[in-house]
Structures are given as C-alpha cells and as structure tokens.
C-alpha cells in the first residue's frame, strides 16, 4: 500500500494512471479552497498557510471525501452544520505517528554521549537542572524515551537533579494521551523486556509508564509557529514535524530553536530533514548521518544568545 511519511494511507492511490483519480483534479480548480483555509483559521486558529501546499491538501481531502462532500463548498457547509468537524479536521491535518525510541541508532548517540556529555557539564557547573524540550511530541513517547534514558544512567543521582522533559504540541487529543501515558503495543517495538518490567505497568494489552517518570514530563499546548517563545533548554528535539512546513517557516523555526537553547545545547532534527539558512552557520555539526547540532559559542548572531540556566 502506498503510504506518506506519516504511514497514513496516500489518498492519490485512489486514482487513476496519472496517480489522481478525477475528483482530486476537480479539487485542485476549486476556488473554495481559499475560502476554506481562511474560515478553518477563523474559527479555530489553525494556521493553514504553514504547511507545503502539497501536504496540507492531501490532509484536508481524507476530510472531504470521508464527509462525502463533492467540492470544498459543500464541505464548509458540514463544518458549518457540524462543529465537531473541525475537531476531526485538525486530527487529520495534524500527523501524530509516534513511538518509543524511533530510529534507534539516534537514540544510541544521545544515551552514549549527548546525555552523558549535559550530566558532565551540569555536574562541573554545580547546576542541578536538566532541561529538554521535545517540541511535536505528538503522545509523549519522545518525551518519555528520554524520560527513561535519563533514569537509567542518572540511576540513584535522579532525585538529585531538576529534571523537566516539556512536549508541546498543537494537537490537544495527542497531548491527552500523552498526560494518561498509556501504549499500545504498537509504539513498543524498540522498548525491550527489562526496560518494559522498569519502566511501565502492563494494563490488559496497554503498557502504562511509571509514576516517577510521570513526574518529569510535563505537557502543553503550544503552536510552533504563533506560539510564545521558550528558552534556556539543554536538548531541543524536533523531528518528524517541520517536515511539513513551508522552507521559510522551517528557517525560522530553526533559529527560534537556536534562540532557545544554552550554549552547547544539543538540537536534533528528524533524519529526513536538513538544517536551512542561517542556521546552517549557527548550529555546529554534532553527527550529520543522525541530525544532531550543537549550539556552539562562536558563530552567534546578535541577540541570539542564551544565558546558561541555573
Ligand atoms: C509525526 S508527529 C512527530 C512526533 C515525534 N516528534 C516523532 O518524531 O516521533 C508530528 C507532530 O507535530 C505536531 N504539529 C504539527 N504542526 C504543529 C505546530 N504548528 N506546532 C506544534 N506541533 C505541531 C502534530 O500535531 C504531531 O503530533
């Protein structure tokens, strides 16, 4: 089957020999399309304008179809009959495949070294905190893979430190489930047996991470790109998010992370994806094949520096 990055169902499978079928093509003409974006942001503040054209209506169209609806129109009036709508609107156009420890071979670097490296540097500086921000964290398991990274090399230090793993995500359901912390097989994959016993209660076929890591992460409601502007991280992951984003929106965010980080702050971006602009000369190469940056002390651009938290 043919499926986007996010491992949802491709909707132009459904076409003909040109890879669309003919209503995609009628959608394309359609001027309430327009129209559609701006009362979406209206009434829900989602900004359609981020996301690549391409992708954003790909999203919207599983909306259009599953609603039955023959034109862009006719779908403004479900949503105008139907305000529930919207909220399946925003699960749509928002892609939350997650899971424990994805790509591996990253996950081998920040608990060899990138983890071991903010211990050491913390630990020389006298500064009990540790902050990391998993920006798009879709359900926490970003968040809690690093959760649990942390627990087992700190071990019995772990009470020791201010640890805060905050997740952000536009997706309030995502978030939900993320606060509850209950997986399905699914996303366990990567997570062994010893780290399963560890780390989680097993509910019927769930798994439910512990109380203690619980207690670290911390997760809110936060739009990358209208949103406030967050600071004096140690770690910023984001990956598998910007993805989708316009090149001049994924600039900005890259310098707003630049912006947010300590300096020698690790960056880790998705392995599909590459670092634009001007942050290309900020951030220094950590490991180019897994996407991992450093906020070096040289290089800065005016304004942009942080001071080490406390
Ligand atoms: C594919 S998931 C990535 C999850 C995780 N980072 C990973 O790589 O496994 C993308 C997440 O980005 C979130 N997202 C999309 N647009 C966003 C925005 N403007 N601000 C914050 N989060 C956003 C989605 O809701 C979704 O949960």
Redesign the pocket.
């Known amino acids: 089957m043919n499926t986007g990055p996010?491992g949802k169902r491709n909707i132009a499978e459904k076409g003909n020999s040109t890879g669309k079928s003919s209503v995609e093509d009628l959608f394309e003409e359609d001027p309430g399309f327009e129209v559609l974006k701006q009362v979406i942001t209206k009434n829900t503040g989602f900004?359609c304008n981020?996301?690549k054209e391409s992708h954003f209506r790909r999203r919207i169209n599983v909306r259009v179809r599953a609603t039955n609806s023959g034109s862009y129109a006719e779908y403004l009036k479900v949503l105008k009959k139907d305000p529930e709508e919207y909220r399946h609107l925003i699960e749509a156009?928002?892609?939350?495949?997650?899971?424990f420890f994805?790509n591996p071979e990253t996950y081998r670097i920040i608990e060899e070294e990138i983890l071991p490296s903010v211990i050491k540097s913390k630990s020389e500086a006298m500064i009990k905190s540790i902050r990391i921000w998993?920006?798009?964290?879709?359900?926490g398991?970003?968040a809690y893979s690093f959760a649990i990274l942390l627990h087992e090399i700190l071990n019995k230090d772990f009470d020791k430190y201010r640890i805060s793993i905050i997740g952000?995500?536009?997706?309030t359901l995502?978030l939900e489930k993320a606060r509850k912390g209950i997986y399905n097989e699914s996303v366990m994959k990567n997570v062994d047996t010893s780290t399963r016993e560890l780390y989680f209660t097993k509910k019927g076929e769930k798994y439910q991470i512990s109380e203690q890591l619980k207690k670290i992460a911390h997760f809110k409601q936060?739009?990358?790109?209208?949103?406030s502007g967050m600071s004096h991280f140690d770690i910023i992951?984001?990956?598998?998010?910007m993805i989708?984003?316009k090149k001049e929106i994924q600039e900005h965010l890259h310098i707003n992370f630049y912006r947010a980080l300590n300096t020698g702050g690790y960056f880790i971006i998705?392995k599909a994806e590459t670092l634009l602009g001007t942050a290309n000369n900020l951030f220094k190469p950590y490991n180019t094949r897994e996407r991992l940056y450093i906020k070096g002390t040289s290089g800065d651009i005016h304004g942009t520096g942080n001071k080490e938290s406390k």
């Open positions: 996010d900004n981020q996301y156009l928002t892609v939350n495949v997650s899971e994805r998993s920006a798009g964290c879709a359900s398991e970003e952000t995500d536009i997706d995502s936060h739009d990358l790109i209208s949103g992951i984001c990956r598998n998010v989708y984003f998705g």
